[in-house]
C-alpha cells in the first residue's frame, strides 16, 4: 500500500496550490482520509480530513474557509486546494489514511495507519 503526495511547491503569500495523494495497493473509498503538516521544529498537526463518501468533512482552524478537502474514490485519490495561502502555511504536507473502514474523523496522527511521504510547501511574504 502506498499513498504518494505531490504539489507542493514555492509561492508568493495570497496564492494557491492544490495538493493531490494518489493511493495505490488498496482502495480507500470507505477510509477516512486527511492531510497533516509539519513545520520545522514543531509537531505534526492535523489540516483536514473527509470521510470515506465525502459526507463529513472537518477541517483545523487555521485554515477553516481557505483550504478545501476533497476525494475522488474512482481514482483512489484525495485533494487539498489550497488558497490564500500564508508565510505561516509552509510545512511539509503530508496525506494520510485511517486504516478502519466506516471511521468518524480523527484528528491525531496516531490515528491514521497509512502515510504518504510528505510534500513541502513553502509560502514567501
Known amino acids: 500500500v502506498q499513498l504518494q503526495a505531490s504539489g507542493g511547491g514555492l509561492v508568493q503569500a495570497g496564492g494557491s496550490l492544490r495538493l493531490s495523494c494518489a493511493a495505490s495497493?488498496?482502495?480507500?473509498?470507505?477510509?477516512?482520509m486527511g492531510w497533516f503538516r509539519q513545520a520545522p521544529g514543531k509537531e505534526r498537526e492535523f489540516v483536514a480530513a473527509i470521510t470515506g463518501g465525502g459526507g463529513s468533512i472537518y477541517y483545523a482552524d487555521s485554515v477553516k474557509g481557505r483550504f478545501t478537502i476533497s476525494r475522488d474514490n474512482a481514482n483512489n485519490t484525495e485533494y487539498l486546494q489550497m488558497n490564500s495561502l500564508k508565510p505561516e502555511d509552509t510545512a511539509v504536507y503530508y496525506c494520510?489514511?485511517?486504516?478502519?473502514?466506516?471511521?468518524?474523523?480523527?484528528?491525531?496522527?496516531?490515528?491514521?495507519?497509512?502515510w504518504g511521504q510528505g510534500t513541502l510547501v513553502t509560502v514567501s511574504s
Open positions: 495497493g488498496r482502495t480507500f473509498s470507505r477510509n477516512v
Open positions: 494520510a489514511a485511517d486504516g478502519r473502514p466506516y471511521g468518524s474523523i480523527r484528528s491525531k496522527p496516531e490515528e491514521y495507519e497509512y
